[in-house]
């Protein structure tokens, strides 16, 4: 997928003004972030469980090559075939070769952040495959020409009356109003492409090591007809999403689901341990795994950005953000969306184009809070700040201008001298006293003028706390 | 704002404690590191090691904000400079947000004030969720007599200041300030409890600029019982 996380002051300004969007991201809150929070509160140990599901994921981060090369083993021995991909080119690549290989002409797909990453639907469509959804949300975003607006609720920005709409249009059929009646239309729709699909590309909640099974977890079914009905399954993931082993898998799906949706449990969690055994009569012939990169090298180099790969995709820290519930999934321009997407995003598409992201957050901590692995996620936002602002380690990455850095030289030497900030304080009171209306200020200068755009700001107090202070002590 | 600084030196005198307030002193640095600029950030932060180096006993702030800034993110700043890494992980020992000092130090829940208003209590974040000093605060204002406080649907989320990002991103900032806004409103409260200046200042801001009379105070300004809330607009 192309990235505009460039874009993200002017896109975000558009989700500002747009009410109906407003409107749909209350839902975030008052369903998604809600429903996790009861879930939390209803669970024994719920502390100790997200202790448990950090120090999974950073054992498995840590020994990450020893728990691929055993995944990669276990798949082949259960009969699958496993591609590393460098990046999103050479996992298409791959994909493409099997396709053609089989004369595959229809693809269904089961939710999958990693296919977002790769931007496989077109690349297939391009070759004259017919490549659908069956994720209901997917499915309706695949028909607008959209993007996911959020990991696991990739519509939630689409109202009933536009999904009724868009499926009327693909399906030539009688619009239809309730959202029973709108999942009947979308079942009756999907159920000819289950049938003819001769390919089924998938994501991975997990891999599993020890056993070579990967796990999709689902409310809708899709997932687990995707990965029966058709001759060939594909499965993408990131190489980061694995677990050693399916007790520590067990410990991560208690996690996931109640940080993603509430639920103790989904509708559907589907383990795939390779295509159909000789003595099996369901599942597919060929079962591949590809294993991708992507850039995510270069999260796992840096000491400081590494636990953004313990991440396990439920969407909390979105739930939670301020942010997002303003700006909206779409505004930050690539595949991941709201807090960890701001890490993630500008790693992997380029930090200089992604600055934007990292400085979309007042560092709230809602995300961290929410995190079901703990990912201390405003500590790297200040870390790709820094990274961004300095350009170190590597200068082709600054996206700092020089005024900037000229305005925070100054800061720094206001600053080193009390006479000096009192004297900064001074000038302050002077320019701001011929301005100020009972102690506020309605307008000010670049580069502070945003502020007052909106709000009143505090005109300088006529006597420091210091010289309260100091005089206090000498009467 | 002054009268914040002023108050808590009166709350801690009634307390029989001695206050210091060490003249040099100026920032932390926290603006510098939040915009990404510590080489900026770490000179000035140096200097407040050398300053409160100089004195004894815990340092007392009446900021979660800036008291996160010394406990929680000096580790990264200083990352790579051991010697002060180590001097500010011993620092960081000594400093308390105001109210965790009240509680937690002292062991004082009841300061025996008297207000008699009605107001409503934000939970500002870095507080909240960088120090989790949550119930402080709240003890220290359920013991205050004649204050009548009314809860807020959603008082622990942000209310969009964030240092430089309030001017940065200030219509994202805007957004979400007006959502913190309307809750406050939707309250009733005349007035608005906050532990930290910087938001405080967004919140009267706002409240200004959209003709509202609820005035926002320090939560040392309410536990202090000779501030004069009437006044508090004029600080």
Known sequence: MKSTTSAFRSAASQALADVRLQQAHEVVYNGFHRARLSAAGATEDWEAQRTLGKAIKDHTIANLDYYLDMLANNVEKNGGKVYFASDAADANAYV???????????????????????????????????????????????????????????????????????????????????????????????????????????????????????????????????????????????????????????????????????????????????????????????????????????????????????????????????????????????????????????????????????????????????????????????????????????????????????????????????????????????????????????????????????????????????????????? | MPNVGMSVVNILEAQGIEVHFPPDQTCCGQPAFNSGFRNDARPVASRFLDIFEATDGPIVCPSGSCAAMVRNFYTDLFRDHPDELARAEKLARRVYEVTEFIVDVLGVEDLEVRKDIDATYHRCCHLLRELHVDEQPNALLENVDGLDLKPMERDEVCCGFGGAFSVKMSDVSTAMLDEKLDNVVATGASTLIAGDTGCIMHMQGGLRRRGSDVQVVHIAELLDSQSDLSRAEQR
Request: net charge neutral; glycine share 8%; charged share 25%.
């Open chain 1, 96 to 475: 493409r070769g099997i396709a053609e290989k089989n004369d595959v002409q229809t693809v269904i797909k089961s939710k999958s952040m990693v296919s977002e990453e790769m931007g496989l639907n077109h690349v297939l469509e391009a070759d004259g495959i017919e490549v659908v959804e069956t994720d209901l949300g997917e499915y309706i975003v695949q028909l607008a020409g959209e993007a996911p607006y959020h990991i696991i609720a990739p519509a939630i920005h689409k109202t009933k009356a536009q999904v009724a709409d868009l499926l009327a249009e693909e399906s030539k059929t009688e619009r239809r109003e309730t959202a029973e009646e709108l999942t009947q239309q979308a079942r009756e729709m999907l159920r000819g492409v289950f049938q003819r699909a001769d390919m089924s590309v998938t994501g991975a909640n997990f891999a599993v090591s020890e056993t070579g099974s990967i796990v999709l977890v689902t409310n809708e079914g899709n997932g687990r007809m995707a990965t029966s009905m058709p001759r060939i399954h594909v499965a993408a993931m990131g190489m980061e999403k694995l677990v050693p082993s399916a007790a520590d898998l067990s410990a991560m799906l208690r996690i996931l689901i109640r940080s993603a949706t509430g639920q103790r449990i989904s509708a559907y969690v589907t383990m795939v341990n390779g295509p159909r055994a000789h003595d099996e009569e369901d599942g597919p012939e060929e079962f591949h795994l590809v294993i991708m990169n992507n850039g995510r090298d270069r999260l796992l180099r840096d000491d400081s950005l590494r636990e953004a790969l313990n991440c396990i995709r439920c969407g909390a820290c979105m739930n939670s953000c301020p942010v997002y519930r303003k700006v909206g999934g779409h505004s930050y321009g690539w595949v991941y969306p709201g807090p960890i997407g701001s890490i993630v995003s500008p790693v992997l598409t380029g930090l200089k184009d992604g600055a934007k992201l990292p400085a979309a957050s007042s560092l709230c901590g809602a995300c961290h809070e929410a995190c079901p692995v703990k990912i201390n996620i405003p500590r790297m936002l200040l870390e790709l700040r820094a990274q961004s602002a300095e350009g170190v380690p590597d200068p082709l990455q600054r996206a700092s201008g020089f005024g900037e850095r000229m305005t925070w030289k100054a800061w720094q030497k206001g600053m080193m001298s009390r006479s000096r900030f009192e004297a900064g304080s001074s000038i302050g009171k002077l320019v701001a006293a011929p301005l100020k209306k009972d102690g506020w200020l309605k307008k000010m200068p670049p580069p502070i003028s945003g502020w007052t755009d909106s709000r009143d700001f505090p005109a300088p107090a006529s006597k420091s706390f210091g010289k309260w202070f100091a005089e206090r002590k000498r009467d």
